[in-house]
C-alpha cells in the first residue's frame, strides 16, 4: 500500500472537472481531522482533440485512483451557463471522470459549486481566492505548498465539503403519520377514562 496513505482511516479525493484544466485535492482523514495529501492539476490544453483530452483525464484519474487509493470521489457539479456547446464538453469531462472512479467500485457524491462555497467560506457568493485562503487557514497549509491554480483548490474544497457533509450526526426521522406514532408509543398513550354517570335519586 501506499505508505502516504496507508496512515489514514479514510481517504477523500475531490475533482474540479475542466475541459482545459482540471483540478484535483486528496484529503486525509484520521477521526475528525482532515489534513491535505495532495493536490494538483491536469492540464489538458496541449490536446487540440476534445476526445483525447477525455482519454487524458480517464488515465490520469485512473492513476490518481490507483495511486492514492480513495474510499469516496467529491466531484463538483457542473455550473450551467449560457454557452451550450462548453456545458456539453464539461459535462462530457465530468463523465469519463466518474468513470475512471466507477470502475473502481468507489462511491461518488456531487455537490453545486454554491454549496461548496457555502461550506468552505460560510458565503454561497465567495470568489474563489477566498476559498483558496480559507483552505490555506482551515488545512493548515504551508504558502509555499499552495498551487498557482485555482482549479486546485476548488478540488479540494469539494473533498473538504464531503468530509464535513458525511461528519453531521444522522437526525432520526419521526414517523411519518399520528397513527404509527399511536402504534410504535402505546405506554405514551394514556387510557381511555369511562365517562362517570350520576346516579338518579329513587
Known sequence: MNPEVQKYQRIIMGIDPGTNVMGYGVLGVNGKKAEVIVMGVIKLSKFESHYLRLRRIFERVTGLVDQYLPDELAIEAP????????????????????????ARDIPIAEYAPLSIKQAVTGRGSASKEQVANMLKHILHIPEEKMPSLLDATDALAAALTHFYETGKPAIA?????????????????????????PSTPK
Do not use: C, E, Y
Open 79 to 102: 455550473f450551467f451557463g449560457k454557452n451550450v456547446q462548453s456545458m456539453l464538453k464539461l459535462g462530457r469531462a465530468q463523465g469519463v471522470a466518474m468513470a475512471a472512479v466507477l
Open 173 to 197: 426521522k419521526g414517523p411519518s403519520s399520528w397513527a404509527k406514532f399511536l402504534a410504535q408509543n402505546p405506554d405514551r398513550i394514556a387510557p381511555r377514562r369511562t365517562p362517570h354517570t
